[in-house]
T-cell receptor, first 111, second 115 residues
Framework: GENVEQHPSTLSVQEGDSAVIKCTYS??????FPWYKQELGKGPQLIID?????GEKKDQRIAVTLNKTAKHFSLHITETQPEDSAVYFC??????????FGKGTTLSVSS | DTGVSQDPRHKITKRGQNVTFRCDPI?????LYWYRQTLGQGPEFLTY????????KSRLLSDRFSAERPKGSFSTLEIQRTEQGDSAMYLC?????????????FGPGTRLTVL
């Protein structure tokens, strides 16, 4: 089955800096890679996703890159703001059924 | 669109008691997922429904767990004879179609504490 590893587990940046979170996956057949943001007391919320037919996708300050050969994908947040502080999860599909999530990265943005 | 709702938000129970959680997905969403999330971990898949049919169960779903979606709308997750290891956040998510690439919309979760 699919296995997803996520690094780092914690990340502290100054406001305005960039943050990068990386994930690797094991199943070369996986074709969909979402990123979720989870704030305290709330369920995860999708912030961006990428499909395997593209290498990069951007949405304002957030971007995701995918390297299918190396089986890894990364979340990039530019010009970080205090409200970006949260736990971020990457995921990949297992056999087209459910998502397998990484263990999460706690991002802290200090002003 | 009111989003995915879950009830209760918090549940404290004693070991050995039965508990039941409810999930109301977004209207007209065909697929409904249950996940479990423990502290410091990502959500772990438990089971999912396509309309009223339960199509897959994770090995995490022991025989003390049962889930239903009787009319293809809301779903319930019951845990019998709760154990301290069942303490976790139970999350529900729904998607409009059966495609794994559809956005999964999560509810706020039910936090279970087993004493």
């Amino acid at each position: 089955g699919e296995n997803v590893e996520q690094h780092p587990s914690t990340l502290s940046v100054q406001e305005g800096d960039s943050a990068v979170i990386k994930c690797t996956y094991s199943d070369s057949a996986s074709n969909y890679f979402p990123w979720y943001k989870q704030e305290l007391g709330k369920g995860p919320q999708l912030i961006i996703d990428i499909r395997s037919n593209v290498g990069e996708k951007k949405d304002q300050r957030i971007a995701v890159t995918l390297n299918k050969t190396a089986k890894h994908f990364s979340l990039h947040i530019t010009e970080t703001q205090p409200e970006d502080s949260a736990v971020y999860f990457c995921a990949a599909p297992q056999a087209g059924t459910a998502l397998i999530f990484g263990k999460g990265t706690t991002l802290s943005v200090s002003s | 669109d009111t989003g995915v709702s879950q009830d209760p938000r918090h549940k404290i129970t004693k070991r050995g008691q039965n508990v039941t959680f409810r999930c109301d997905p977004i209207s007209e969403h065909n697929r409904l997922y249950w996940y479990r999330q423990t502290l410091g971990q990502g959500p772990e898949f438990l089971t999912y429904f396509q309309n009223e049919a339960q199509l897959e169960k994770s090995r995490l779903l022991s025989d003390r767990f049962s889930a239903e979606r009787p009319k293809g709308s809301f779903s319930t997750l019951e845990i019998q004879r709760t154990e301290q290891g069942d303490s976790a956040m139970y999350l529900c998510a729904s998607t409009i179609t059966s495609s794994i690439t559809d956005t999964q919309y999560f509810g706020p979760g039910t936090r279970l504490t087993v004493l």
